[in-house]
Nanobody, 115 residues
Framework: QVQLVESGGGLVQAGGSLRLSCVASGSIFSIARMGWYRQAPGKQRELVATITSGGMTNYADSVKGRFTISRDNAKNTVYLQLNSLKPEDTAVYYC?????????WGQGTQVTVSS
């Protein structure tokens, strides 16, 4: 069983930065595709960024150039660096692990960006 625990959310002013972390338990971390998704009030959950076991990354157009996803397999941790934050980035951010078509989710961490 895989468990994901996020941290690092908070309240920040527009233009500020945050770094989210997600620590994973279980043996699949180094071979799983990891990702971050977000869900704003009244909206569907959307992909923010993913990173494969080999380090290939993919970003939503809305965050390209501002957010950076990375992973440390030795620490079973995936990170999301959020820079130049905008009020529209306000959402609950969820960590995701995907392996053999099975998705695992964390409990989410709130990011609130004030204008």
């Amino acid at each position: 069983q895989v468990q994901l625990v996020e941290s690092g959310g908070g309240l920040v002013q527009a233009g500020g930065s945050l770094r989210l972390s997600c620590v994973a338990s279980g043996s699949i971390f180094s071979i799983a595709r990891m990702g971050w998704y977000r869900q704003a009030p009244g909206k569907q959950r959307e992909l923010v960024a993913t990173i494969t076991s080999g380090g290939m990354t993919n970003y939503a157009d809305s965050v390209k150039g501002r957010f950076t996803i990375s992973r440390d397999n030795a620490k079973n941790t995936v990170y999301l660096q959020l820079n130049s934050l905008k009020p529209e980035d306000t959402a609950v951010y969820y960590c995701n692990a995907r392996w053999l078509s099975v998705n695992y989710w964390g409990q989410g961490t709130q990011v609130t960006v004030s204008s």
